[in-house]
């Protein structure tokens, strides 16, 4: 009968006449089958879950003799992590751009049998089902990689699947007694989501509070590439969650959890706990512990896979988790330049997953910079601007204008951080708040400052309102520093040159008026310390305004030269790091630099309280030489004046005399009576 017709005619039994001969045609007839299907001999397989933020381990095995896919050292194991991933046909870069995550050269296969093991990532929970394919590299022609399939494809969940609640993070607000927690999941609209919390101390009072709902999409943002939907690019941020923990007793430990627990989904979070703030008010407001760093970033796209994770966050984070377990933080500012995600939105998710460790502890502010906010259009996209603007601010003067923000415009920032909101306060823009003896007040460099304008009269109201008895210290935090020391070699140096002279313009009178005690900044990859300064730039025994730049939160740090410019205090350049301001008193208070590597304390300064009588602003020599000038010119140029004015009302008099004497010679007299 035979072997093919045995396959397709149901017998009672078969004895093969040779078993030898039949035995090697079903061997070639599966070969046949196999290979021209892209060779399903090819097994690609590995773990089905993997925890949040770990690696996929992924094996793959290709057994000897089975080698018509040309395999070559530069075959990949791709990771996606999207809605529907691609597993046929040719990768392109838009293909790319669409899930791409990251590879893994597999490496020399000139032997066989072709087989080992790597491991992808690593992944954070992004609400979705993760695929690895294997992709091998095609020479012939041109450069290409093509999917191996079908068995070559693995799929895995990340975390708890997509309603675990996750980047959580916390807020002050105008209320002392309050603290607000944000975090994001999957909707669960039907589930109640909620925080629960209670005094460490007493776990049976358990108070639960329902959170809000938001979220945004790629609507919402100012242009490309941030509008683009794909999984490099815009990509759904899930539900964003608020709620207030309130009616909390100052300074005293609390224990929480957020999430659902009415659905059947794995929705709560890890018990997490937290010092509410002290109190704002008294007789004896309590000291106050204020951590400032900016220019982070969590990169992707433009670096090699896994570049991101090479970042100095972790560290840092770690770091301020330290000292908080040492002794209570009651805040933690971050002034711009948080994630550099540059219109990539699962950046935003890798940073809030290194955010997290220290934002669940401590309360976080926040303010725009360069890259969260800056964008270039089209006009037709600038009413979408979170900030209310309908043209964003680009003085021809200034280098803001050059897109850094790649089309966010500020409102990913925006979604998922919810700041303090005092009346006339603008988001993440522009706010303040209280914290123990400390008036904290976050401004917008990327926004006009200039006297009159919004942002400037909210800022003046604020601080003349300021109770000076209870909150004796005034700290202002930017993006955009005002005192740097870097050489100006050209390029970004020599155009932020410009912010710095006009910002000293406008605000440090300001500063003056109301005695700011400390201006907190970045944008400059280093660390600067100016000495109290007056409102003349001079430095002053007696006190005046500090201004700090730390720009030095995780992004590569400035290979500058510096000058050594008389307001200089102290700098330092190759470290990575963050301020402590601590007050010590009323009238004393102190700023730390904490290296991240090691957390020594490289930069220790002791300020005065600013004098209650600020010095008045003076001219320079050359202003004054100037005045004199002026007055002196303006003077000889009256009297010039005065003697033309003589000459000509005589010489009109003589005209007028003249053509009178001629009217009545020509015509008579001029009487008619």
Partial sequence: ??????????????????????LILLVLLVSLISFPFGCRCLQLYGDSHIPNGGNATITWELEA??????????????????????????????DIDRWYIGDVLLGDSSTLPYNGTVNVGPFINMRVRCEVVFWVYNSSGQEEYKPVLPESAHSFVVGSGPNEPMQGHLAMTVDPSQVRLTWVSQPLSNCNPSVWYHKTSDPS??????AG??????????????????????????????????????????????????????????????????????????????????????????????????????????????????????????????????????????????????AVRVPFDVAVGNHEYDYTGPPTQFHRDPSGLTHPYQPSWSNLGDGSSHGECAVPVDRRFSMAAPPGSNGVFWYSHNVANVHMVVISTEHELAPGSVQAQWLEQDLAAVNRTTQPWVVIAGHRSLYNNAKYTGGRKDSDLPYQIYGREWLTPLFARHRVNVYMSGHYHNYVRTCPLDVNGDCSKKGGTSYICVGTGGAGLEPDSFSTPSWLGFNLTGHHGFILFETTS???????????????????????????????????????????????GGAVAVICAILVVRSLVRRKRRSLAFRTTQHQYLFGSSDEG
Wanted: net charge negative; hydrophobic share 35%; aromatic share 10%.
């Fill in 65 to 94: 003799g089975d080698s018509p896919l040309g395999m070559s050292s530069k075959d990949e194991v791709r990771a996606y992590c999207g809605e529907d991933v691609q597993t046929s046909g040719t990768l392109d870069e838009d």
């Fill in 213 to 358: 709902a938001s979220t945004y999409s790629a609507g919402d943002m100012c242009g490309d590439p941030a509008v683009k939907v794909n999984g490099k690019f815009f990509r759904d941020p899930g539900t964003i969650y608020t709620a207030a923990m309130a009616w909390l007793q100052p300074s005293t430990n609390y224990s929480y959890w957020y999430g659902t627990d009415n659905c059947t989904v794995n929705g709560t979070s890890p018990l997490q706990w937290f010092m509410s703030p002290k109190s704002t008010a008294g007789d004896a407001t309590p000291a106050a512990r204020i951590v400032g760093i900016a220019d982070m970033g969590a990169w992707g796209g433009s670096n090699p896979p896994g570049a991101e994770w090479n970042s100095p966050i972790p560290i840092v984070m770690q770091r301020i988790v330290d000292l908080n377990n040492q002794k209570s933080i009651d805040l933690v500012g971050i002034f711009g330049d948080l994630s550099y995600a540059n219109g990539q939105g699962y950046v935003w998710e890798r940073y809030f997953y290194r955010l997290e460790p220290a």
């Fill in 205 to 210: 009072n358990v108070t639960r509070v329902q």
């Fill in 586 to 632: 009323d009238q004393s208070a102190e700023i730390h630099f904490i290296d991240a590597d090691s957390g020594e304390t490289l930069d220790r300064s002791v300020i005065a309280q600013y004098p209650h009588s600020p010095v008045q602003p003076s001219q320079s020599k050359t202003t004054t030489y100037i005045i004199v000038g002026a007055a002196v």
């Fill in 1 to 22: 009968m035979g072997l093919f017709s045995m396959l397709v005619t149901p017998q009672r039994s078969y004895n093969p006449r040779y078993p030898a001969v039949e």
